[in-house]
């Protein structure tokens, strides 16, 4: 649980700022986006070998 220490007579939106940093620390947007769009090993694996063939092309069209 996120807990946000208020100092007297603070302003609301100062409060809903530190709340936002706190929640953006913790990763729990990220890990709950993850967790949705689950791929399989084998999807993962050939997107991994697309992306590794695609960027040694580039690095032959440099030299």
Do not use: C, D, H
Not at 21 to 33: A, D, I, Q, S
């Amino acid at each position: 649980m996120i807990v946000v220490q208020l100092k007297e007579g603070e302003n609301i939106e100062r409060a809903l700022k530190k709340f936002k940093r706190k929640y953006e620390k913790t990763g729990v947007v990220k890990e709950l986006r993850r967790r949705q769009a689950y791929a399989k090993p084998s999807v993962t694996k050939r997107k991994q070998k697309q992306r590794a063939v695609y960027v040694q092309q580039l690095q032959q069209e440099e030299e």
